[in-house]
Structures are given as C-alpha cells and as structure tokens.
C-alpha cells in the first residue's frame, strides 16, 4: 500500500509538472512576435544547421520583411565564419506591395559596404506591365549595384504557361529598357528545368536548391546559387536565405552596374 502511494504521488506530480510546462510554452508561442512558419524555422534550426558549400565562392544573404529589424552592426558572416559580400533585398511584390523594410534594407546594407541588389516577386496571375511599374517606381540603383533581379517560382492559375512566359519576357524587357542592363532571374531547380530552361538561357540565373550537391543546376549555366533558407546570421533574429556566386570578387563586379 505504501508503494502504491508513493507511485501515485509520482504520478500526480508528473502530471503537474507536465501541465505546467504545456503552459507555459502555449504562453511562449502566443506571446512571441513570430509567425507559425518563423516557429517551426526556429526548432528547425536547433536540429539542422546548412552545409556551405566551398570552393572559388563568394557569399551573400538576401532578405526581406520576414526577416524583422537588423541590427546592421552585427551583420558580418554566415555560417561556419564565411565572410558577407553581398545582400539581396526584396523590394516589390506583384503589382502594388512594397516591401515594409526595403527602404531601410537597401539603404543599410549599402551604408554598411555590402553589394547590394533588390528583387521583385512575380505573382504569375497579375499584369507584367503592372509589376514592372510597380519595380521601377520604388527602385533606385546606383553605381555598383546588381542588375534588377525577377523573381519567379510559381505558375498561373488563369492563363496558359505560354502566356505566362510572355509576361516574364515582357517585364524583362521593360526592366531592360529602363535601368540600361539585363536583369538576372530568380527561380527554384525544378522550376528552371520544367518552364524556363529553353528559353531564358541568355539571362543569368540565380538558382535555389537546398539539397547538398555539387552542382544545383546539374551542370547547366548558373551565377547564383540560394544554397539554404535556414542559415544563421549575426544580427538576425530566424533563419536567414544564404547565397553563393559562383567566382572571386573581382568577378562579382564585372556583374554590377556601371
């Protein structure tokens, strides 16, 4: 009887003690200013930290709204010490979103000597000629500056890929047109492959393949390679999009704006 009692005291003060640590971390979440997906990047990140790939590399991070208020100051390297040369910033989105931080991103990473680019999200039912206003009229590039740069990961749910293709030209071209240089294009692996491979090999191509492999575009023409959506930066609270380019420095720059 006795130890029947102390097993059931056991019992009870477990239960308790697990009730209160339920608790508290519901608590936690609620009271966190993170989104669901910030949560789960964030117990990702205790689990997984991304390889970087070596070899004649340099390296970047690009970012966006998600990434919150950067303590600029403290923006230096990525994982494994790999020194910062360049930061991406999203700029628009479709035909009429700003980014929230891309004024203050833009201007930082510029302040702070990084090589600074700005990109705009395509949503592929939206008008091309909408969502090259919409880049251009929020947008300053300077001297020194990457091209502009499209980003493009889905496909239409209301016209034809044929169509949609022809809006993606139609916003290079204007953006051609209007900042004197041909822009880069921002896509996933399998995205390239399935709908772009054929027709856009004349642009440079920033790539996203998080698998650990040599090569993400399996030994086609890439510049640009967004190795990790979970790295680790300085200054930054969450996971942060790493970047590669493929070659030195002084490569880098023959890509900038004049």
Same mark, same amino acid.
């Given at each position: 009887?006795?130890?029947?009692?102390?097993?059931?005291?056991?019992?009870?003060?477990?239960?308790?003690?697990?009730?209160?640590?339920?608790?508290?971390?519901?608590?936690?979440?609620?009271? !966190? /200013?993170?989104?669901?997906?910030?949560? %789960?990047?964030?117990?990702? &990140?205790?689990?997984? +930290?991304? =390889?970087?790939?070596?070899?004649?590399?340099?390296?970047?991070?690009?970012?966006?709204?998600?990434?919150?208020?950067?303590?600029?100051?403290?923006?230096?390297?990525?994982?494994?010490?790999?020194?910062?040369?360049?930061?991406?910033?999203?700029?628009?989105?479709?035909?009429?979103?700003?980014?929230?931080?891309?004024?203050?991103?833009?201007?930082?990473?510029?302040?702070?000597?990084?090589?600074?680019?700005?990109?705009?999200?395509?949503?592929?039912?939206?008008?091309?000629?909408?969502?090259?206003?919409?880049?251009?009229?929020?947008?300053?590039?300077?001297?020194?500056? !990457? /091209?502009?740069?499209?980003?493009?990961? %889905?496909?239409?749910?209301? &016209?034809?890929?044929? +169509?949609? =293709?022809?809006?993606?030209?139609?916003?290079?071209?204007?953006?051609?047109?209007?900042?004197?240089?041909?822009?880069?294009?921002?896509?996933?692996?399998?995205?390239?492959?399935?709908?772009?491979?054929?027709?856009?090999?004349?642009?440079?191509?920033?790539?996203?393949?998080?698998?650990?492999?040599?090569?993400?575009?399996?030994?086609?023409?890439?510049?640009?390679?967004?190795?990790?959506?979970?790295?680790?930066?300085?200054?930054?609270?969450?996971?942060?999009?790493?970047?590669?380019?493929?070659?030195?420095?002084?490569?880098?720059?023959?890509?900038?704006?004049?």
């Amino acid at each position: 009887m006795v130890a029947k009692k102390v097993r059931n005291r056991y019992k009870r003060w477990f239960f308790i003690l697990l009730g209160l640590n339920i608790i508290y971390f519901t608590f936690q979440f609620y009271t !966190l /200013p993170l989104s669901i997906n910030q949560v %789960k990047n964030y117990f990702f &990140q205790l689990f997984y +930290s991304p =390889k970087v790939p070596t070899g004649p590399y340099i390296y970047g991070i690009d970012v966006s709204e998600y990434q919150g208020i950067i303590n600029w100051e403290s923006v230096s390297q990525i994982n494994d010490g790999h020194q910062i040369n360049f930061v991406i910033v999203r700029s628009t989105a479709g035909r009429n979103k700003r980014d929230r931080f891309f004024t203050s991103n833009f201007r930082e990473a510029k302040k702070h000597n990084f090589i600074r680019g700005a990109y705009h999200y395509y949503r592929p039912n939206e008008n091309s000629n909408d969502q090259a206003s919409n880049f251009i009229k929020n947008v300053k590039l300077a001297s020194g500056d !990457l /091209p502009p740069i499209l980003d493009i990961e %889905k496909i239409s749910s209301i &016209q034809s890929l044929k +169509s949609l =293709k022809t809006g993606i030209k139609n916003w290079l071209n204007i953006i051609e047109d209007h900042y004197g240089i041909k822009p880069i294009i921002y896509t996933g692996a399998h995205y390239y492959k399935d709908y772009l491979k054929d027709e856009f090999t004349h642009y440079n191509i920033w790539i996203a393949n998080y698998n650990q492999v040599e090569d993400p575009l399996g030994n086609q023409n890439w510049s640009l390679w967004q190795f990790s959506d979970n790295g680790t930066v300085p200054g930054i609270k969450g996971p942060v999009d790493l970047d590669l380019f493929k070659g030195n420095l002084a490569d880098f720059k023959k890509y900038l704006l004049k």
